[in-house]
């Protein structure tokens, strides 16, 4: 075989010179007889005797001979050390030449032999951008996008995969191909052509690459992908071909017009027809495919108007669906259900309607479920369908009666720091009532979590949150007791530090909370607040232009009530607040103005 390989690659380099057609022919079968037993060797073999550079001569559209030739190239670029030598022997020209034949197998092996260049090479996708093949394979996909005989549907197939291997991790490409409009002309393939497997893979795989740029969004839901999808979706009944589809719809599913979309479209019933089937199988793809289908459930919640049509008022179908998941055995529809709810609670409406109606009680039943050695995830997705269902004022009252507080306190040991966070969300959200932050204001094993948290530096989200209660628990209780267990626990210097926040109304929380301690039980926290060196920032806050009004405002107040400390009186006078205040007379703001002037005459008379 090998001595008629050399013959033959000799015979070649003469009879490509003299064209005779025949003998040709002979050389180029016996190339495509050698490739077919050892593709390797044969190609190895091709590459050395350089007749490579011979067969852009042979890439003609006159020639009976062009499909084998093509046929070739397309059989030695499946190897990747060919695919340069390919580039370099000038042959995407004349093969993007090609595209442009009426000879249907010239056009299958010239899509072959592209396609396979392209195939994770760079230099191959380079060439054949500049050569402007992809525009000519994409005109070509709409023109023969209605012919279903099965020789046109194995073109479309060569030539949707050409693409995808041309633009393939590549967001230049894939961009270029979404301007060329390829989307809605692989969403029609779809439509016409979903009988054919070989044909309908290649399109999901072209929508997994493209659905991943943001930028393809818009042009997917100006075309009927949803209604295609869920089409193919419910006629699958393979694991791995049901896979291939979850693939594209989690990333189009981020797009909130494309979620309604596959709403409407029925995707939703579908999901948990999965769900139903699935939830007692221990089989590693029916649990995959569970948590897929839930997750994907969860998603298309995320969009507001999705979401409300699935809730159709409490009653919808869904809602209710989701809800019996809480209860479940299984964590991970109990995580999709919790997750489910934190997403339908995300208006006034929804919120309220959940909380008449005992959500709260299923809610904490699942915490329960998970306090000792519990799920982590769950118990932050619960804790945050919480943190929602505790937003309306009207809901406040009915969840503190329903225990609410006492349940997410068991949480306070975790180490987890979403846990932390969603926990600390949750009881900030409850207390506006004087009397809940009084209760929780005087938990000394809370307080002393808080100032704990106060410095998870690697946590600024729980961090945030700690400070943000622990002003909470002072602002809304008005307790000196609280204001007591907060000082004997260490917290005053957190709140001090709060004040300097780059967010403004972290800030003003802290200034208010502080104005409160110095109003109720100076006394007992001015050794904290002289330490934390209170003035010196209420001092730099007013003389930065930076700071918002309100927290100038407040920062003056707060030096009115910090003087009746003499400590604090002398802090003051050495810092010469008189002149940072007369200047804040003149301020466009009224009440700052006003307060400068009230602040000016009591720095005044106590001076």
Known sequence: MADNLSDTLKKLKITAVDRTEDSLEGCLDCLLQALAQNNTGTSEKIQGSGILQL?????TPQSSCTAKVANIIAEVAKNEFMRIPCVEAGLISPLVQLLNSKDQEVLLQTGRALGNICYDSHEGRSAVDQAGGAQIVI???????????PANEKLLTVFCG???N???ENDSLQAQLINMGVIPTLVKLLGIHCQNAALTEMCLVAFGNLAELESSKEQFASTNIAEELVKLFKKQIEHDKREMIFEVLAPLAENDAIKLQLVEAGLVECLLEIVQQKVDSDKEDDIAELKTASDLMVLLLLGDESMQKLFEGGKGNVFQKVLSW??????????AGALAIANFARNDGNCIHM????IVENLMDLLNRHVEDGNVTVQHAALSALRNLAIPVVNKGKMLSAGVTEAVLKFLKSEMPPVQFKLLGTLRMLID????????GKNVKLVERLVEWCEAKDHAGVMGESNRLLSALIRHSKSK????TIVQSGGIKHLVTMATSEHVIMQNEALVALALIAALELGTAEKDLESAKLVRILHRLLADERSAPEIKYNSMVLICAVMGSESLHKEVQDLAFLDVVSKLRSHENKSVAQQASLTEQRLTVES
Request: glycine residues 4%; hydrophobic residues 40%.
């Open 162 to 164: 050409m693409l995808m």
């Open 166 to 168: 041309y633009s393939n």
């Open 139 to 149: 005109d070509h996909l709409r023109s023969l996008c209605g012919i279903t005989d």
């Open 355 to 358: 909380v008449d109606n005992g």
């Open 433 to 440: 009532a004087q009397e809940a932050a009084e209760q929780l």
């Open 326 to 335: 809480i209860p479940s055995s299984n964590h991970q529809l109990q995580l």
């Open 55 to 59: 067969f852009a001569d042979l890439l």
């Open 481 to 484: 007791d609280v204001i007591k």
